[in-house]
C-alpha cells in the first residue's frame, strides 16, 4: 500500500490498506475482537478526532467486534465528557501515570487483540487495519514506527528524536531484538502476550517496560512504518527526567530475574 504524505497534514482516510485475501477469510469468522486502550490527560482538544479516526466501521466489515477504552487519569478538562458522548468506554484510574493508566484498562479490556495510542492525535488511528494484519500474519507484538514512516516536520523535537534513536539502540543491543521506534505510543498485541509478561512500570518507561518483557520472553515484534503528526498542545512527557526512567528500565529489566 502506498501512502502518499500530505504537505501539510495526513487527513485520516489516508492510510486503509485494502482488505487482503487473508483477511477475506477472516470476515467470515465473526468472533474476534478488537481493544482499543486510550490513555488520556487533558485532552479533551483531540480526544474526539482519535476516537472519530478509529476504522471501527471497516473492522467490523471485516468482521471483528470493536472495543474503545479512554482511561482517564482525573482530567480536569472536558475530555471524559466527549469521550462519553462519542460512546466509549471510559475507565478511571486515580493515581496519575501513563504506565498505570493503561496497565489498570489491560485488566479490563476482552480483545482477542489489544492497541493502545495516545490521545493527543499525533498517530493516525487508520493504521491499526495493517497492525493488525500483521498480528493476523503471526507476529506477537506489533508497533507503529514513527522513525520508518514520515514525520511531519517539527512534530518530534530534536531532542526527543536523538534520545529516542539513542535508546532504540541500546533496547535492540541490549536484548538482542531489533526495535526502531523504542518510545512509540502506538502498539498491539495479541492476548497471549498481554496476558504473559509482567508490566508494571507507572509512568513513560512504560514503552521500554514492555519491549524489555516482550525481548526476554521471545516473542516477536514486527513494525509497521507510519506517519507522525504534531503535537497541538504542550507535551506531558518530560524529555530529560523521562529518557533517564526509560533507559533506567531497559537496563534493570535486562538484569531483573523472571
Ligand atoms: N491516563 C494518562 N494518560 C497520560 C498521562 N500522561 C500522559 N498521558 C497520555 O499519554 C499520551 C502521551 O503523552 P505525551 O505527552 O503526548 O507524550 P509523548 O507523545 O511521548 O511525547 C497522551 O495521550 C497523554 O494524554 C497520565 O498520567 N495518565
Ligand atoms: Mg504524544
Redesign the pocket.
Not at 496519575?96 to 493503561?102: F, M, W
Not at 504542550?234 to 512527557?237: G, H, I, M, N, T
Given at each position: 500500500m502506498e501512502c502518499q504524505l500530505a504537505r501539510e497534514e495526513i487527513g485520516p482516510s489516508h492510510c486503509l490498506p485494502k482488505p487482503n485475501e487473508h483477511i477475506m477469510v477472516l470476515r467470515k469468522m465473526k468472533s474476534y475482537m478488537v481493544s482499543i486502550i486510550?490513555?488520556?490527560?487533558?485532552?479533551e482538544s483531540?480526544?474526539g478526532e482519535?476516537i472519530d479516526e478509529i476504522p471501527k466501521k471497516e473492522l467490523q466489515k471485516r468482521g471483528y467486534g470493536v472495543e474503545i477504552v479512554v482511561?482517564?487519569?482525573n482530567?480536569n478538562d472536558r475530555?471524559v465528557r466527549v469521550a462519553e458522548e462519542k460512546g466509549v468506554k471510559v475507565i478511571v484510574?486515580p493515581v496519575?501515570?501513563?504506565?498505570?493508566?493503561?496497565r489498570t484498562a489491560l485488566k479490563s479490556v476482552s480483545g482477542n487483540f489489544i492497541f493502545f495510542?495516545?490521545?493527543?492525535y499525533?498517530y493516525p488511528a487508520t493504521y491499526i487495519l495493517r497492525m493488525l494484519e500483521v498480528l493476523h500474519e503471526g507476529q506477537d507484538v506489533v508497533i507503529g514506527s514513527r522513525l520508518r514512516g514520515q514525520m511531519i516536520e517539527g512534530a518530534?523535537s530534536r531532542m526527543?528524536l536523538v534520545g529516542n534513536r539513542f535508546l532504540s539502540f541500546i533496547a535492540s543491543i541490549l536484548y538482542g531484538t531489533r526495535i526502531s521506534d523504542l518510545?512509540t505510543?502506538y502498539w498491539g498485541f495479541t492476548r497471549r502476550v498481554i496476558e504473559d509478561i509482567e508490566l508494571d512500570a507507572k509512568?513513560?518507561e512504560f514503552?521500554a517496560n514492555i519491549f524489555a518483557e516482550v525481548a526476554k520472553n521471545g516473542y516477536s515484534i514486527a513494525e509497521v512504518p507510519i506517519h507522525y503528526r504534531r503535537?497541538a498542545t504542550?507535551?506531558?512527557?518530560d524529555?530529560l527526567k523521562?529518557g533517564f526512567k526509560i533507559g533506567w528500565t531497559l537496563m534493570t529489566r535486562k538484569f531483573r530475574r523472571k
Open positions: 486510550i490513555p488520556a490527560l487533558n485532552e483531540t480526544i482519535v482511561v482517564d487519569n482530567c475530555t484510574e496519575r501515570g501513563k504506565g498505570r493508566s493503561v495510542l495516545d490521545a493527543d499525533t518530534m526527543n518510545c505510543g509512568g513513560f514503552e503535537r504542550a507535551p506531558k512527557l524529555s523521562d
